[in-house]
């Protein structure tokens, strides 16, 4: 296991290497000016993402329906866990380059929705199905070349849903949940814990997941909103305790991000590339900016157009990124400039891992801090898993028809089991493997169709027809059997 460990660790170093980068980064910019930066109509996608849609229009979803079925995907350990691991290995610089992916992957966002909803087909039962395989089957000149892009993505999207939405979720709340017990790391007595929370994750999703995209919308309409807003309010009291240090929180992650220096006296990680690789691999992990997963439930929305849909999907990454994990990195900073101890532990090696981090960090606060950890990692871990589980759903059905769902899902519950008794820093790796490997077939299907998405944006975006009906016919495909 540890080879085997040490070769995912190889690859992911790979993986996420400068081509990695600048294929996010490079994506994020050009579609910001194939845009013409629609970041600045983020006024105007908050306001339709709260609005009736037409019934008339077609759809399985509501428009708010999709969007809290992404942000229940998207809001998760990433924005808790995964900014401690930034911070951890990349500093408080990593933190400044996951709001920066946030900033200009809400372009992002934006184009891979406007053409999953363009794209999207119909199976035989009415029912929408959309994503970048459509895309990239239906989008593409070269059909060769779209088709093997189509399947290539389903296939990452298919692997990546048992890292990013079941096991890494699992293990990172089974590693704050059993930091509270009173038992010891590697005992028997840990691992019938871990089995324990296990097993009630697996129900808990199982029960709502069995059900299909409109009992998992139901479920997330009313549970999103309320774990953003309880979590966001709970950080925001404990940077009003940590006032003081703040301002030079917020210093230290703008600084750090263009130093080699290291942190807080060597505690935490140091240089340039370690800060933008951890805070691109964390930023993409937490938003999903050019992973084309959001668009897998955005095509099922009730919508009159796709400019539509697609205003309202890239609020989801300025809410997760632009907001939530922003808010995490400063509570995160000042807490550890309030409590000194943290760094000295970091450095005595008695906080090793990111939960631990996270862990130490809020439990500085008394009383609130280990409330507003325990109950923001129970609802976005469950969130994401219900989200997840329904990306991977449409990825089996355009690999392997409907017959494929019973056993994807028995699957899928089965890696929540596992990632709460797994090993951490592999569950992560893998993930990041698979997170990057979706991304390229992706950002090819926004870059090959960047003429499609301008010229959609000019006419409903910037040339005021947002109520106009899109008319086309959607095509109906035989599923398989």
Known sequence: MEAFA??????????????????????????????KFIQRKIGTAIKLSFSREDKDAEGDVSQFGALTTALAATIGTGNIV??????????????FWMWITG???????YAETLISVKYRVKDANGEMLGGAMYALERGFKNKSLGKVLAVAFAIFAFVASFGIGASVQSNALAGVVTSYLPIESGTSEMTWANVFIGAILMVLVGIVIMGGIRSITRVTEK?????ALLYAAGCLVIIGMNWQYVGEAISMIVVYAFTGKAAFGGAVGSGIMLALQYGFKRGLFSNESGLGSAPLVAANATTKNPARQALVSMTGTFWDTVVICAITGITLVSTMLAHPDIQTDILDGKITAAAQLTTTAFSAIPVLGPIVLSVGMVLFTYSTMLGWAQYG??????LFGVKGIRPYQVFFLLFVLWGTIGGGDLV??????????????????????????????DHYVYGGHLNE????????????E
């Open 6 to 35: 040490n070769i995912v660790d190889a690859i992911d170093g790979f993986v996420w290497g400068w081509a990695m980068i600048v294929l996010l980064l490079g994506t994020h910019l050009y579609m910001t000016i194939r845009t």
């Open 82 to 95: 995964g900014v401690a691991t930034g911070l951890l290995a990349g500093g408080p610089g990593a933190i």
């Open 103 to 109: 900033v200009f992957g809400i372009a992002t966002k």
């Open 223 to 227: 549970l999103v909103p309320i774990m």
């Open 393 to 398: 759903n449409r990825a089996v059905t355009y």
């Open 428 to 457: 992560w790796n893998i993930s990041d493997i698979t997170n990057a490997l979706m991304a390229v077939p992706n950002c090819i299907a926004l870059i090959g169709l960047a003429a499609v998405i301008s010229r959609a944006t």
């Open 469 to 480: 009906e899109d008319t086309t016919e959607i095509p109906v495909v035989t599923a398989k």
